[in-house]
């Protein structure tokens, strides 16, 4: 009689033991304060996760809302974090060859892309064109919101207001020796078709060094560039 009361208090005894498994088990994987649930992405891993110096922006595609471009103060612009180091090192060289590097413009919010949109327009209406005609007008020398290279942080232009002399060895000097530093010249004569954007000398894209050598070796555009080479 004994032994089989033993064998009860045994069994109640596991079976009460599997019950208390059964509700810590289920209180674990329920309580919100326990519970290992997967941390929500935040803004700032988000655009981690899409910054790239090869991002493609141009009249088709359109700059990420969650693009990253980690904009920092230099010298009398802002622009991209990535580059600095790039380009003190082609300033610095430049300028031991007597050639001054001078920046006029570079990071451009969406919002002073927008403006300098309507500016463009207004101009336009104001010389007696239609609204549509002085957009039409406006949209062939002035990139849409969202669309500008300038709101990567990534492209830089060179020049000196009026000094066309200057301006001709700056842009010279880049030709041959921007792709040194990771710079490219973003829209060549040869590529208008491809870009969609009339040359301009003055306007230099940073797309780190691996890519800028390969660009100029082999006379590409950016364009080019990623459909041959993206993975």
Known sequence: ????????????????????????????????????????????????????????????????????AKIVEYQT????????????????????????LTINNAYRSREQQESILENKIQEYTKKGLTFEEAYEKATEIVQLPGHSEHETGLAIDFSEYGNYAQNKKIWNWLKDNAHHYGFI????????????????????????????????????????????YSF
């Not at 590529?191 to 003055?202: D, G, L, R, S």
């Open 185 to 228: 010249l973003r829209y060549p004569k040869d590529k208008e078709e491809i870009t969609k954007i009339h040359y301009e000398a003055w306007h230099y894209r940073y797309v780190g060094k691996e890519a800028a050598q390969i660009i100029y070796q082999e006379n590409l555009c950016l364009e080019e560039y990623l459909q041959q």
């Open 1 to 68: 009689m004994k032994k089989r009361n033993k064998k009860k208090r045994k069994k109640g005894g596991l079976l009460l033991l599997l019950a208390i498994g059964l509700i810590s088990y289920f209180y674990l994987s329920t309580s919100p304060s326990i519970k290992q649930e997967a941390k929500p992405i935040t803004q700032e891993e988000k655009q981690e996760e899409v910054f790239s110096p090869l991002v493609l922006v141009n009249e088709e595609f359109a700059l990420p809302d969650n693009f990253n």
């Open 77 to 100: 612009v802002y622009l991209s974090n990535v580059l600095v180091e790039e380009l003190e090192e082609m300033q610095k060289k430049a300028r031991q060859e007597g050639i001054e």
